[in-house]
């Protein structure tokens, strides 16, 4: 067969014979090798599978909590007895937060809505931009608040209303101009039960808290300690409530899940290089005598203890390729199997290099499992070698 129609793996064999070597010597015992290789496809599939799932379910913790760690929450210090943020206080924030996101103030407090015979309670704000903190399912938020009301959903569902009802709040009607969306994001303003009024219906002057949507999680730490810095430099003024903090916890928290699972993970792995290394004895043991006359014909140490390590190798390395690639098939099936998990969360590059990492620590486990037995076998003096 002239060169240029062989193989890869032929061409690599021609070039360096101590891998055509080691490919026979393996298929000596197909039954043992492919055992020694199972060992390591259980090993790198646990690694690289528990450090995938692991990343998968901290991106979609992330990604479910949506945007709550760019909000920023200023309020009134309980230390203070003041109930409200005076302008000096508002100034400020809105210093700090300067092109790094929006500030909205807020007035706030409680009322029972009523409409059509029914009543609930619910939370009042009071702010000119609904537009920036709430997201309407029906009707238009208005990008100027001067009139109407908007509700939430859990009190549009309570009291029966839509766009273009009428509700009332301690003796004032108002017409419902839009039904907020339903949200799980973590936040302390919850739209489900509140209602959007206008600033100027609220009795008090100054705003109850200041919500600052920051452009990025990053731009949210800067301003809270900004804010801290400034107000807070010699007694608690204001309550600074940062958001972003709960998702550095939740990191915190995985990226510990991660280490142990990993952890755990390795045992398997460790396992399967003391099977490799059983595997690798036995057969230098019973291919003593062989190796006691390439000795003896003239082959050196070097050249028995690179085909020993080559045939390790090339367990390890059919081993983590296996265990690899079942772990991305698996990877791509949360998929189809788990309806919270999305494709943008599994192929990520920190999912590759957890395929990347159990492949080469399972081809180093190898090599390292069939070091001593081939340096045993590569020093063994031919005379004794071939006495059997």
């Given at each position: 067969m002239s060169a240029d129609r062989e193989g890869p793996l032929a061409r690599i064999e021609r070039r360096f014979p101590s891998v055509l070597m080691a490919r026979r010597n393996l298929m000596r015992n197909r039954l043992r090798s492919v055992l020694a290789a199972l060992g390591i496809v259980i090993g790198v599939l646990a690694i690289a599978s528990l450090g995938i799932f692991g990343n998968v379910l901290q991106l979609s913790a992330t990604n479910e909590l949506g945007g709550i760690g760019n909000q920023v929450i200023v309020s009134p210090s309980s230390d203070t007895g003041a109930e409200a943020l005076d302008s000096r206080q508002l100034g400020v924030v809105e210093r700090v937060a300067q092109g790094r996101g929006e500030v909205v103030p807020l007035k706030s407090g409680g009322a029972v809505v009523r409409a059509t015979g029914s009543s609930t309670f619910a939370q009042l704000y009071g702010t000119s931009d609904p537009g920036a903190l709430f997201t309407a399912s029906s009707g238009e938020l208005p990008e100027r608040h001067r009139q109407g009301a908007i509700v939430g959903p859990d009190v549009a569902e309570s009291l029966g209303v839509g766009v273009g009802s009428m509700v009332e709040i301690e003796g004032n009607s108002y017409r419902v101009i839009a039904v907020l969306a339903e949200t799980d994001a973590i936040t302390p303003i919850r739209p489900d039960t509140a209602v959007v009024l206008p600033e100027e219906q609220f009795v008090?002057?100054?705003?109850?808290?200041?919500?600052?949507?920051?452009?990025?999680?990053?731009?949210?730490?800067?301003?809270?300690?900004?804010?801290?810095?400034?107000?807070?430099?010699?007694?608690?003024?204001?309550?600074?409530?940062?958001?972003?903090?709960?998702?550095?916890?939740?990191?915190?928290?995985?990226?510990?899940?991660?280490?142990?699972?990993?952890?755990?993970?390795?045992?398997?792995?460790?396992?399967?290089?003391?099977?490799?290394?059983?595997?690798?004895?036995?057969?230098?043991?019973?291919?003593?005598?062989?190796?006691?006359?390439?000795?003896?014909?003239?082959?050196?140490?070097?050249?028995?203890?690179?085909?020993?390590?080559?045939?390790?190798?090339?367990?390890?390395?059919?081993?983590?390729?296996?265990?690899?690639?079942?772990?991305?098939?698996?990877?791509?099936?949360?998929?189809?199997?788990?309806?919270?998990?999305?494709?943008?969360?599994?192929?990520?590059?920190?999912?590759?290099?957890?395929?990347?990492?159990?492949?080469?620590?399972?081809?180093?486990?190898?090599?390292?499992?069939?070091?001593?037995?081939?340096?045993?076998?590569?020093?063994?003096?031919?005379?004794?070698?071939?006495?059997?």
């Open positions: 008090q002057d100054r705003y109850s808290q200041v919500v600052v949507q920051a452009d990025s999680p990053e731009d949210a730490t800067a301003v809270a300690s900004g804010v801290r810095e400034r107000l807070n430099a010699r007694t608690q003024q204001v309550s600074v409530f940062e958001l972003s903090s709960i998702l550095d916890t939740i990191s915190e928290f995985f990226a510990l899940l991660n280490a142990f699972l990993l952890g755990l993970a390795s045992i398997s792995l460790v396992v399967a290089g003391v099977s490799i290394f059983n595997v690798m004895l036995m057969s230098t043991t019973e291919r003593r005598e062989e190796i006691g006359v390439l000795r003896a014909v003239g082959v050196q140490k070097a050249d028995v203890l690179r085909t020993l390590l080559v045939e390790a190798a090339m367990l390890g390395v059919v081993g983590g390729f296996v265990g690899a690639l079942i772990s991305a098939l698996l990877a791509l099936a949360l998929e189809f199997f788990v309806a919270e998990i999305s494709l943008d969360v599994i192929l990520v590059p920190g999912n590759a290099f957890y395929l990347l990492g159990a492949f080469v620590f399972g081809v180093l486990v190898a090599l390292a499992s069939g070091l001593y037995p081939a340096w045993k076998a590569a020093n063994e003096r031919p005379v004794e070698a071939l006495r059997g």
